[in-house]
């Protein structure tokens, strides 16, 4: 299975501080997606990085991707309590995108 | 541009009953994808449709089923619901097969009691 495992389960920061989510994935994939979810909502897509890519930016966040080691992060600068939700890694060879089981972020107010 | 619309919101069945759900894409999209989410097994694949057609199917009982209609919304059935089909799904579109970034729906929360 190429299912991103995201690392660590559960994070929980005070405002201001950065935030990093990191994903492993088990094969080769053409993009890796990052995707926020709100309690018992939607997926909402943050960013999409293709495999020939090393970093992207896109605001306050920053993904990087290592392919030699099939991994990527993500990182929220200067999080805020809004950014309290679950961030998943989902990554396509070919179609459908697979998820993994999500970052549960808590920022502290 | 209104976003993907899924109805019900909520839903409350007993087992051995069977349940409709349904899924409206972002205008334009023809590529509908539906996801069941528990927290146990997290978000799985189930189906993927696109001109009506099924492209991809997850590894799912055949009491699950799906279908896409020539307006490119989207219903998917379950039959003889089990407890274990309580979730929340989910519903994507995107604007063709080639297109990687998925919008979706808020969920329909399906309860089994």
């Known amino acids: 299975s190429q299912q991103g495992e995201e690392d660590p389960q559960a994070l929980s920061i005070q405002e201001g501080e950065n935030a990093t989510m990191n994903c492993s994935y088990k094969t080769s994939i053409n993009n890796l997606q990052w995707y926020r979810q709100n309690s018992g909502r939607g997926l909402v897509h943050l960013i999409l990085i293709r495999s020939n890519e090393r970093e992207k930016h896109s605001g306050r966040l920053r993904v990087t991707l290592d392919t030699s080691k099939k991994s990527s992060s993500l990182l929220i600068t200067a999080s805020r309590a809004a950014d309290t939700a679950s961030y998943f890694c989902a990554t396509d060879a070919n179609t459908p995108l697979v998820f993994g089981k999500g970052t549960r972020l808590s920022v502290i107010a | 541009k209104a976003g993907v619309t899924q109805t019900p919101r909520y839903l409350i069945k007993t087992r051995g009953q069977q349940v409709t759900l349904s899924c409206s894409p972002i205008?334009?999209?023809?590529?509908v994808s539906w996801y069941q989410q528990t927290p146990g097994q997290g978000l799985q694949f189930l189906f993927e449709?696109?001109?009506?057609?099924?492209?991809n199917k997850g590894n799912f009982p055949g009491r699950f089923s799906g279908r896409q209609f020539s307006n490119s919304r989207s219903e998917m059935n379950v039959s003889t619901l089990e407890l274990g089909d309580s979730a929340l799904y989910l519903c994507a579109s995107s604007l063709d097969t080639t297109s990687f970034e998925q919008f979706f729906g808020p969920g329909t929360r399906l309860t089994v009691l």
């Open positions: 449709y696109f001109s009506e057609t099924q492209r």
């Open positions: 205008s334009g999209h023809r590529s």
